[in-house]
Nanobody, 121 residues
């Protein structure tokens, strides 16, 4: 059984930083890709950034230069580094992890339950 555990959210002042973690529990071969999303209540979930295991990544304009995704395969964990946070970044952040449980087998996607980021002075 594969599960995701998100952590790292919290309250931070404008201009501050947080690092969100998305840890995969259970048997997997590797993390094929990870993306992070955020959702303000009443609005659609939006992409914050995405990274493939080969290292390619992409970010929307609001995240470029401020947010960075990384993957630690040995720790089975993906990260989202949030720098220079702004009040408008306040919302819940969700990870979406594509895992391959066994070599040569198809991948499968799993969503985290979310972690709240609040940017306020």
């Amino acid at each position: 059984q594969v599960q995701l555990v998100e952590s790292g959210g919290g309250l931070v002042q404008p201009g501050g930083s947080l690092r969100l973690s998305c840890a995969v529990s259970g048997q997997i071969y590797n993390i094929a890709a990870i993306s992070w999303h955020r959702q303000v209540p009443g609005y659609q979930r939006e992409l914050v950034g995405a990274m493939a295991s080969g290292g390619g990544s992409n970010y929307p304009d609001f995240a470029k230069g401020r947010f960075t995704i990384s993957i630690d395969q040995a720790a089975k964990t993906g990260y989202l580094q949030l720098n220079n946070l702004k009040p408008e970044d306040t919302t819940a952040y969700y990870c979406l992890v594509t895992v391959r449980r066994y070599p040569g087998r198809p991948t499968r996607d799993y969503w985290g339950l979310g972690t709240q980021v609040t940017v306020s002075s």
